[in-house]
């Protein structure tokens, strides 16, 4: 139980490194392998290039897709969705999406929160890339790199 009490409760997420890129970086923040105290749930943030997009993709579990920063769109099985800073956007279990960042000046960063561990520990693993990220950048945006402070 002194393990539990002793955890960490602030993760500075500046301490961590993006991966991904050139138009979509992530960093994962809050996971069961990085955070004993947080063993059902996964944060990640993400971060577009202005103009950029990310994976085509779907998994079982769903998710909250909080808007920090920027405007874009999503599709959710076909559906656009528009979204902006301080939205709150709900991917439904089971969802083809894919997230656009449509402002062409500025980036767009999102918080995102999911269930995933819990799904994967009920065998619920379906995750699959539908079409890759972009491997290349978006014209006018070759040297673009996401926010260190963040």
């Not at 955070?35 to 579990?61: L, W, Y």
């Not at 099985?77 to 960042?101: K, T, Y």
């Not at 890339?129 to 290349?136: D, M, S």
């Amino acid at each position: 139980m002194s393990e539990l009490f002793n955890q960490p409760r602030i993760y500075p997420t500046q301490d961590l490194k993006w991966k991904g890129g050139p138009q979509n970086f992530g960093k994962k923040v809050i996971n069961p392998q990085a955070a004993k105290i947080a063993q059902s749930i996964e944060t990640h943030v993400d971060a577009f290039a202005p103009g950029g997009h990310g994976q085509r993709h779907g998994h079982m579990n769903s998710a909250v897709f909080f808007v920090l920063k920027g405007k874009g769109h999503d599709v959710h099985d076909g559906r656009r969705i528009d979204w902006e800073a301080g939205d709150a956007l709900i991917v439904e279990n089971g969802c083809v999406h894919q997230h656009f960042s449509d402002d062409t000046e500025n980036e767009s960063i999102c918080l995102i929160m999911k269930a995933k561990p819990l799904f994967l520990f009920m065998h619920l693993i379906f995750q699959e890339v539908v079409e890759f990220p972009p491997k290349e950048p978006v014209p006018g945006q070759e040297d673009y790199t996401p926010p260190a402070s963040l």
